[in-house]
């Protein structure tokens, strides 16, 4: 494996790091300086977003939206953070009668975060929830990519959902969303962009599916950065239906989260410990509910970070499992390298010395 690791200066402390030019400030004095990169860091976003006629900062002056971490106020004709979510006559609405999104239709098992613990992937609940007692060839997943994300991560590996919220389409209805789930569907996956600014729409559909159709499961794949009442009505379509929700736990600190993602990921942190708790009330189904990913972004999400996530997702359950991605260079970090064998190697252990059973790294090819 390839694990030269380039190096540049980092604007703040004078330092040789691992710095993407997009931040142009290293991990540590994210850390320890904020204040001093919280300039660099705006600016960062500001050229991230403005590209796509998105809103450079969560709008503060109109009519309040509770959807999400980002409390936007949005003024008439304005839209919020997420870009999709309007003030209209001193109310705050969808853009659109249905949802921005694309969907298509992926061979079981397929590529997902929770392949390796999943129906899918493995065929556990088989007796309720699978279609086979192995893995299920022969089916397919409902894959729903929504065109909106209330994040502005600058490492992001799906970042083109943007051209949808700029150009408000394709919209589809819950109604015809819903009904391309055939015989041969044994799961839909809501995710993006994020289910987050257009999760009505996500749990409408799911709803349908389910009064339809006794054996589909309902699957999310979320910053987990919605409101609680929302997250709620998620665990309960999962849950039922044996599906799962995936919560990608981008980073531990709330100063890198902000610095990467442009936003706060205490209500991220708080909906999981939610989900684990509710996940514990409802009792052991055979089939995991809860599942966690972290993207290793070389020099800001990596061993460290990885450790304190995984002693957070221990500290709730051990046997939730944990998914660490490898990065590939994307959007506005072209500039760093892929994540090294060696760094995949140290955070995979330092998740299961945290204390967790089951971890893996689900995209290994992309190791360089």
Not at 81 to 88: E, H, L, P, S
Not at 201 to 229: L, P, Q, W, Y
Not at 267 to 296: C, E, H, I
Not at 328 to 348: N, V
């Amino acid at each position: 494996m390839n694990e030269r690791r380039e190096t540049s200066t980092c604007s703040v402390c004078g330092r040789e790091r691992l710095v993407s030019a997009a931040l142009g400030v290293c991990r540590q004095c994210i850390l320890d300086n904020y204040p001093a990169v919280e300039p660099a860091i705006l600016k960062a976003h500001e050229r991230a977003r403005s590209e796509f006629k998105l809103p450079l900062r969560p709008p503060s002056d109109g009519a309040q939206c509770a959807q999400c971490v980002n409390m936007c106020k949005v003024g008439d004709g304005e839209v919020g953070y997420c870009g999709i979510r309007r003030g209209d006559d001193g109310n705050v609405i969808r853009s659109t009668r249905g949802a921005v999104l694309q969907w298509h239709y992926d061979k079981l098992p397929t590529n997902c975060v929770a392949e390796f613990v999943c129906p899918a992937g493995t065929g556990c609940g088989s007796r309720k929830y699978s279609r086979s007692n192995g893995a299920e060839h022969g089916y397919k997943n409902l894959a729903v990519f929504y065109g909106a994300c209330n994040f502005s991560c600058l490492f992001c590996q799906n970042w083109h959902f943007r051209r949808l919220t700029k150009a408000k389409s394709p919209v589809v209805s819950s109604n015809r969303l819903a009904a391309k789930v055939d015989r041969k569907t044994a799961c839909v996956c809501f995710f993006g962009g994020d289910p987050a600014p257009q999760v009505e729409h996500a749990i409408e559909t799911s709803e349908i599916v389910m009064e339809k159709n006794d054996k589909v499961r309902i699957c999310f794949e979320t910053n987990g950065s919605m409101n609680r009442r929302y997250l709620s009505k998620m665990a309960d379509l999962s849950y039922d239906s044996g599906g799962c929700i995936k919560f990608d736990l981008k980073t531990w600190n709330v100063r890198m989260n902000r610095a990467l993602c442009g936003t706060d990921n205490r209500w991220t942190l708080n909906n999981f410990r939610w989900l684990a708790d509710y996940s514990a009330r409802r009792g052991d189904r055979g089939v995991p509910f809860l599942v966690a990913s972290t993207l290793l972004v070389p020099g800001y999400i990596e061993e460290e970070e990885v450790a304190e996530l995984a002693g957070f997702i221990a500290s709730l359950d051990e046997n939730i499992p944990y998914s660490l991605l490898a990065f590939s260079p994307a959007f506005q970090m072209t500039d760093l390298p892929k994540t090294s064998e060696a760094e995949a190697r140290a955070c995979l252990e330092a998740a299961k010395a945290a204390g967790l059973e089951r971890v893996r790294l689900g995209n290994a090819h992309l190791v360089g």
